[in-house]
């Protein structure tokens, strides 16, 4: 009989680490490949849980209104979401491409676009001289007004140009996350589950508070920033097509952005309502006035009310979330980087919570 060798623990100590060398890089490949596969629709996938997220509330009161019927309540949902979005979009967008090609036609062509200043700006104060006299020029000849920005002014339009171009494929992206949303709230028990068991897995005891501080922090992002700035922008736009301002369109995406950024729609609506003074009858500019401050004077009735306890995040971080989103992922960044930011944001606080909870409990 051969009697039994002991085997040396250095060769079994190399094998194991060989053989969990494999392991990994089997499984760091297959990661990377679906990570690969999935990479166009990255931001597709996480704006549809977003929203399948903020919408779940309003998707638990379908069912009931529909006797436990998930699918339909689903899909009820999915269709009231995509008629919000698709209708109003498509009137804005194409306004917008409209009035773009337009400009860029005129300005090309040389041809005056910009109206001079009305008669009523006569009686305006001395120091709105400046300005006045930067207006006339421009209407006269807008060419020679702006020779001395017209460097900053190539590169701001370059980067017009392309923000407005990607605005077509953002909505599409919207419209698709919408889809995909409706599927995710069908399934959401499940999913539901599966997050939970993720967020456990990743932060150990903590995993179900962040998972409570994410969904919170979504809902209130949403319906307190995004919701807010929606439907401020749609508040102007519609007093900006009714009072015949124009390129209401261009105006409309503008109140958008800066609503979205937090500063407001102010930077927008006040040059509108200084132009419809100046140019148009006062009665419409009146009326127009009038309701762009009832417009600016929402945000600070709407925030309260959608926001619930306090602002999800300081106002600087869905700043540089929204423009940070914007840069790197065209319009739908601008929603989904102010979203995400907050959350991340978050979650380093609530992290940071956690670990001087447990250094007082050790103490």
Known sequence: MEANHPQ????????????????????????????????????????????????????STLIHMFRKRTILASVVLTLFMLSIVIIPSWLVTQSLFEEVSHLSTRYTQGQFFIPPPGESTVHWPAVAKPLLDFWKRASENLQSALVPYSGQIKAAGAWVLLAVAGIGTGILQFVVSIIIAGVLLAYSASIGNAALKIFIKLAGNNGEHFA??????????????????????????????????????????????????????????????????????????????????????????????LLGRGAPAPMLVVFLGAIGGFISSGFLGLFLGAVVLTIGYQLFMAWLDSSQNENASIQ
């Open 212 to 305: 409570r501080t994410t969904v919170t922090t979504i809902r209130s992002v949403v319906k307190g920033i995004l919701g807010v700035a929606v439907i401020q922008a749609t508040m102007a736009g519609l007093g900006f097509f009714l009072a015949g301002v124009p390129y209401a369109g261009v105006w409309t995406v503008a109140c958008l952005f800066f609503a979205i950024i937090q500063v407001g729609a102010a930077p927008v609506a006040i040059p509108v309502m200084i132009y419809m003074f100046s140019y148009t009858e006062t009665l419409t500019a009146v009326l127009l006035a009038i309701w762009l401050g009832i417009t600016l004077i929402s945000d600070n009735i709407l925030k309260p009310l």
């Open 8 to 59: 040396n623990p250095a060769s079994v100590t190399f094998g194991k680490i060989v053989d969990t060398l494999i392991r990994l890089a089997v499984l760091l490949f297959l990661l990377g490949w679906c990570v690969n596969i999935l990479k166009p629709f990255v931001l597709i996938l996480i704006w549809a849980a977003v929203i399948a997220i903020a919408m779940y509330p309003l998707y």
